[in-house]
Each structure stands twice: as structure tokens, then as C-alpha cells.
């Protein structure tokens, strides 16, 4: 079945600084991409998402990149803000939606 | 904006007994979702059900697990002898479509087998 594999798992930034979010994929059917932001003890919120035709989307300040020949996929958050502070999930559609392993971010005023 | 409900909030059971969580999805929305997260841990996909029938299972739902549709709103989750380790957050989620389609997510119920 599909593998995804997020790095890093812990991620601090200065406010204002951009951070990046990579995580690859196994199954080379996948062909949906979303990102989810999940803040303590509630449920997880797409924030972005790419499907296997486009390698870049961007929406203000969070952008994602797809590489399909690598099978690898990134977040990238410019002008971080305290409230980008939570845990990022990748994830990737075959068959079903495999969530990678989450990325504490946490943006330091 | 429409949006995913799960009922109830929290649940607390003592090990053997059986559960019934509750969704509703959003409204025309025909493919829903159960997923599971331990705490702490990622999100795992268990169960996808589409036109009274499930879609896709994983490892994970086995027949301890069941789905079921009983009306044209609830979607359930039951899990007949819950074991300890069934502890987690349980999130049902819909989408219009199966693939390439966003999901989203409801608020979860959090289960705690003791």
C-alpha cells in the first residue's frame, strides 16, 4: 500500500521567516495531494492542496510544489505568523488518503 | 458553510463493551470516511463507504469494525468489543468524490477504553 514519509518532525521558525514542509509518497497512482493543519485537540483543516496534473499552487502565503518523477511533495509558508503554529499533515490518494507522520511547526514571536 | 458533525464529543467505555459513533456528513456529499489518531500520532484511514457499501478498508478495520448508513443523514462507526488500545481520536470525514476530491473533517469524537 502507499508509504508517506514526512520531514522534518519538528520545525521552529522566527516569526516572518518561511518554512518548508517535504514528505514523499510510495504509490506511484496517487494523484491527489492535500495538506492539513491540525491545532491541538481539534480536527484536521485542508489548507492547500494539488492534484497530480500541477506541479505548483499557491494561495497567499502557502504554496506546494509536486515533483511526480521524484514522488516527493513540499509546504512552503512564507511570512510565518504565531498562528501558523500547529501540526502540518501531508497526504497522499491512491486507493484511499495515507497521512504522512505531522510536522510540529512552531513559530516563535 | 456546511460542515461535518460527529456525535458524541467523548466517549468513556470499559473494555469489552460496544460503541456507536455518530456522523453526519455534509449534505450532497456521497463518499464518506472513517479515520483513527492515537494520540500523538498521525491520522490513519480505516473505512470508506460509498452507495451503501464500503469502498475500501485498511489493516486496521477488522471485524471488531463495522459501518453502517442507517438513515439518509447518520453514518456510524461501531466497534463491537472495544479493546484498550482502541483509545483514540475517530474522525469521520465526506466528499463529493472518491478521488482527487477534497475531504473534509469532522470535529472527531475522542474514545477512552478503560
Known amino acids: 500500500g502507499e508509504n508517506v514519509e514526512q520531514h522534518p518532525s519538528t520545525l521552529s521558525v522566527q516569526e516572518g521567516d518561511s518554512a518548508v514542509i517535504k514528505c514523499t509518497y510510495s504509490d506511484s497512482a496517487s494523484n491527489y495531494f492535500p495538506w492539513y493543519k491540525q491545532e491541538l485537540g481539534k480536527r484536521p483543516q485542508l489548507i492547500i492542496d494539488?492534484?497530480?496534473?500541477?506541479g505548483e499552487k499557491k494561495d497567499q502565503r502557502i504554496a506546494v510544489t509536486l515533483n511526480k518523477t521524484a514522488k516527493h511533495f513540499s509546504l512552503h509558508i512564507t511570512e510565518t505568523q504565531p498562528e501558523d503554529s500547529a501540526v502540518y499533515f501531508c497526504?497522499?490518494?491512491?486507493?484511499?488518503?495515507?497521512f504522512g507522520s505531522g510536522t510540529q511547526l512552531t513559530v516563535l514571536p | 458553510e456546511p460542515e461535518v458533525t460527529q456525535t458524541p464529543s467523548h466517549q468513556v467505555t470499559q473494555m469489552g463493551q460496544e460503541v456507536i459513533l455518530r456522523c453526519v456528513p455534509i449534505s450532497n456529499h456521497l463518499y464518506f470516511y472513517w479515520y483513527r489518531q492515537i494520540l500523538g500520532q498521525k491520522v490513519e484511514f480505516l473505512v470508506s463507504f460509498y452507495n451503501n457499501e464500503i469502498s475500501e478498508k485498511s489493516e486496521i478495520f477488522d471485524d471488531q469494525f463495522s459501518v453502517e448508513r442507517p438513515d439518509g443523514s447518520n453514518f456510524t462507526l461501531k466497534i463491537r468489543s472495544t479493546k484498550l488500545e482502541d483509545s483514540a481520536m475517530y474522525f469521520c470525514?465526506?466528499?463529493?468524490?472518491?478521488?482527487?476530491?477534497?475531504?473534509?473533517f469532522g470535529p472527531g469524537t475522542r474514545l477512552l477504553v478503560l
Open positions: 497526504a497522499a490518494h491512491a486507493r484511499q488518503l495515507t
Open positions: 494539488i492534484r497530480s496534473n500541477v
Open positions: 470525514a465526506s466528499s463529493e468524490a472518491l478521488r482527487g476530491e477534497t475531504q473534509y
